[in-house]
């Protein structure tokens, strides 16, 4: 990528020159655009995906569970792996027509 760039300036005589901008400042632009953004949003969804992809140290909540709970949580994975459970579609099938009759 290019680091500078020439640039010709002849807005009035005053200003007239011929030299180098550094490229980085329209990235720091870009930048300060995104900061906004992010300060601006109210989603935490997209937050918390910021925070993943530019490694934020976010508490990873599987080293919080209990043992007991990461145990039904690998063995319902190993079920799902095997054929056994039931899908997610069928789940709120079954929900959709107990508990929202019309």
Same mark, same amino acid.
């Given at each position: 990528?290019?680091?500078?760039?020439?640039?010709?300036?002849?807005?009035?005589?005053?200003?007239?020159?011929?030299?180098? #901008?550094? *490229?980085?400042?329209?990235?720091?632009?870009?930048? %300060?655009? !995104?900061?906004?953004?992010?300060? /601006?949003?109210?989603?935490?969804?997209?937050?918390?995906?910021?925070? #993943?992809? *530019?490694?934020?140290?976010?508490?990873?909540?599987? %080293?919080? !569970?209990?043992?007991?709970?990461? /145990?039904?949580?690998?063995?319902?994975?190993?079920?799902?792996?095997?054929?056994?459970?039931?899908?997610?579609?069928?789940?709120?099938?079954?929900?959709?027509?107990?508990?929202?009759?019309?």
């Amino acid at each position: 990528m290019l680091d500078t760039c020439f640039l010709l300036k002849t807005n009035s005589a005053k200003n007239c020159y011929i030299g180098q #901008i550094n *490229l980085k400042f329209m990235e720091n632009n870009e930048k %300060n655009a !995104l900061i906004k953004k992010l300060i /601006d949003t109210e989603e935490d969804a997209i937050l918390d995906q910021v925070k #993943i992809i *530019l490694g934020v140290d976010t508490k990873d909540f599987w %080293n919080e !569970l209990p043992e007991h709970v990461k /145990d039904s949580v690998k063995q319902a994975k190993e079920e799902l792996k095997n054929g056994e459970g039931i899908s997610h579609d069928k789940v709120m099938a079954e929900i959709k027509s107990k508990f929202l009759k019309k």
